[in-house]
């Protein structure tokens, strides 16, 4: 059996000023992932470790670094799913908790149910002793200007609908030594959405879909349209080699939607294709370190570096 | 053989009591549904018309006779999806509304979303003229009683309350070959508040899509969630299974992988339908030329003329 852990930071026209940035904090997650899978850890524990890394990284629109809705506040959604018995847990519009991934781990684990939305969210973050951080915490100044800035220009999400702008969702996928495969995403959504916006990364087969029997898929990119096609799930029905980048064409045929998925089969192949100008996405098996930012980038690094 | 309305009014255990009334009422929002589609209506007009005629129903866990969560509120969930483009609109956790199928709707068509949560869709819903309900307007005494009952420490609330009142929901395909689905509900008795099911989460609640077909689901929403049920009905469709042998497929892979009850009604472009479940009921109704079908029990098809006024 192969471990493999790969991981994205979000498929969108990154800007070169946050480059660099998005593909140290990718790699540095992938690391801890794999950290996780090398001393036995099951495929759940590392696309959770690896998650809350980048939640932790204000890079990246999750977490820590998460966008601001048309209030001004943070709503954030999460979905972490076991392939072994296609158990889940997912939480969507949670407010100022600092690891949405963790919650959602939480629910799958803690309560009879798949999913919690809002208030019944952070009631039950609340119970289990999570806690809630002030909205400035978790928000850079640099988002808070960009946000004001948009406001300004009532540059709502029509604008930054479909376009090549902050798809920083991120998330993993893993394969442990048991052959188990797991995946989880995590984001705080898009700059300015309506308030109560839910978009693909909390529903099951869309923001990111875990089966032993096929493997575990964690999707990026425009979030209405990886919903109307149910992307994660779409990948895994798909028996093909080429399954993503087939299934991120359909999307883009059919809905004009573009995005970027992670892939990996219970074997240990693994897959990170995008249509959008860049993603950033680093991968781990054996000791060797993948990653990339631009199409068709696969860069290489021994581990023990 | 188009066009075609399949209606579900959940899956489980439906007491005998109730049962009749369940069926009539389903029979009865079909021919107004199917009214809209011989009238020119389309595939979407018609299954938003039937969930809406059902949500008024007091009969049924959607809308008025909600089940109550656990804290003795109602929070609604409901999803439509529109074959020809993939829109799709949901909203979940929605209180105090009447009709939360055509909120999800008004998510579809006046926003660029594709679904809305709780406090937010309840903004949209206000800034859309949608009438607030005071939240018992929606409480049946029956939906009380059960919530009460389940408040008991020993009741086991998913099997105290499959189906016994139904999720709702409908898949229909209009004379231009356009299919489209709505399902709606007010989720598990005594659930946890924000607990969120599958029937807003696109792929498990219901898809449609015109070149496969479109379904709507009832049951353990945990399972259908799980197994992304109507995502993989409309899979085995794809891979050339009739609507009637997918969906028993996908329903069998839900009771074996996850132990999950439930039934669907699906239908695919050409207008073939099928009412399958695996529970011990689902009150169900399909209308199409002059005939309607309905039925309760496994095995169950009885068919009336559509001209024929009970």
Not at chain 1, 139 to 161: A, S
Not at chain 2, 52 to 77: F, H, I
Not at chain 2, 273 to 290: E, H, K, V, Y
Request: glycine share 12%; charged share 20%.
């Amino acid at each position: 059996m192969k471990a493999v852990v790969v991981v994205h930071g979000g498929a969108w026209a990154i800007p070169d000023e946050i480059s660099k940035a998005s593909v140290d904090g990718v790699k540095a997650a992938a690391r801890d992932g794999f950290s996780v899978l090398r001393r036995g850890g099951s495929a759940v524990d590392a696309v959770e470790s690896a998650v809350r890394a980048m939640e932790d990284n204000t890079v990246f629109d999750a977490g820590h670094g998460s966008v601001l809705n048309t209030d001004g506040e943070v709503e954030l959604d999460a979905i972490i799913m076991d392939g072994r018995t296609l158990a889940s847990g997912a939480v969507s519009s949670v407010r100022n908790i600092a690891n949405p991934v963790s919650l959602a781990r939480a629910v799958m684990e803690k309560t009879d149910h798949v999913m919690l939305t809002s208030r019944g969210a952070n009631l039950f973050a609340k119970k289990i002793g999570m806690v809630t951080l002030p909205t400035d915490t978790l928000v850079t100044e640099y988002e808070r200007n960009e946000w004001e800035k948009h406001k300004k220009y009532v540059t709502g999400v029509k604008e930054l609908f479909n376009s090549q702008w902050g798809h920083d969702t991120v998330g993993a996928v893993a394969v442990d030594c048991s052959g188990n495969v797991a995946c989880a995403t995590s984001t705080g959504g898009i700059r300015n959405k309506m308030v109560g916006r839910v978009g693909d990364s909390p529903i099951i087969g869309s923001g990111g879909y875990a089966d032993n029997r096929s493997g575990a898929v964690s999707c990026t990119g425009h979030g209405e349209s990886i919903l109307k096609v149910t992307l994660a799930r779409l990948v895994l029905l798909h028996t093909e080699q080429d399954a993503v980048e087939l299934s991120l064409r359909y999307m883009g045929d059919r809905v004009r939607g573009g995005g970027g998925a992670i892939a990996v089969s219970p074997s240990g192949e693994w897959a990170a294709k995008f249509t959008t100008e860049r993603m950033a996405w680093a991968a781990v098996e054996h000791d060797v370190l993948w990653y990339g930012l631009d199409p068709n980038e696969k860069c290489k690094e021994q581990l023990s570096q | 053989m188009l066009p075609v309305l399949v209606v579900h009014g959940g899956a489980g255990h439906i007491p005998d009591d109730r049962a009749e009334l369940a069926c009539s009422g389903l029979c009865s929002a079909t021919r107004v549904g199917y009214g809209v589609l011989q009238g020119g209506g389309s595939a979407m007009d018609a299954v938003v018309e039937v969930v809406t005629q059902l949500e008024n129903n007091p009969m049924y866990n959607a809308g008025c006779g909600s089940v109550l969560n656990a804290k003795g509120e109602v929070e609604m969930d409901a999803i439509v999806m529109d074959g020809k483009t993939l829109a799709s609109g949901a909203v979940s956790a929605v209180r105090n509304i009447a009709n939360p199928v055509q909120l999800a709707r008004l998510v579809m068509d006046k926003t660029s979303h594709v679904c809305l949560t709780a406090e937010g869709a309840g903004r949209f819903a206000r800034a859309m003229g949608v009438p607030e309900v005071p939240g018992h307007s929606l409480i049946t005494d029956y939906s009380r009683m059960r919530w009460e009952k389940n408040l008991a420490p020993d009741a086991n609330p998913v099997e105290c309350q499959m189906g016994k009142m139904g999720t709702v929901g409908a898949v229909a395909v209009d004379v231009e070959g356009n299919v489209a689905c709505a399902t709606s509900t007010g989720g598990i008795l005594n659930c946890m508040e924000g607990r969120v099911g599958d029937t807003p989460c696109i792929g498990c609640g219901g898809y449609a899509d015109n070149k496969v077909g479109a379904v709507s689901p009832t049951g353990h929403g945990e399972a259908i969630m799980k197994v992304t049920l109507s995502r993989l009905i409309l899979f085995h469709m794809e891979q050339g299974q009739s609507a009637e042998a997918a969906s028993d497929l996908g329903l069998a892979y839900m009771k074996e992988r996850v132990g999950g009850l439930g039934g669907v009604v699906t239908v695919d472009p050409r207008g073939h339908w099928a009412a399958r479940f695996t529970s011990r009921q689902m009150a169900w109704a399909a209308a199409q030329q002059d005939t309607l079908h309905h039925g309760l029990y496994t095995g169950e098809h009885f068919t009336q003329n559509l001209d024929h006024q009970p």
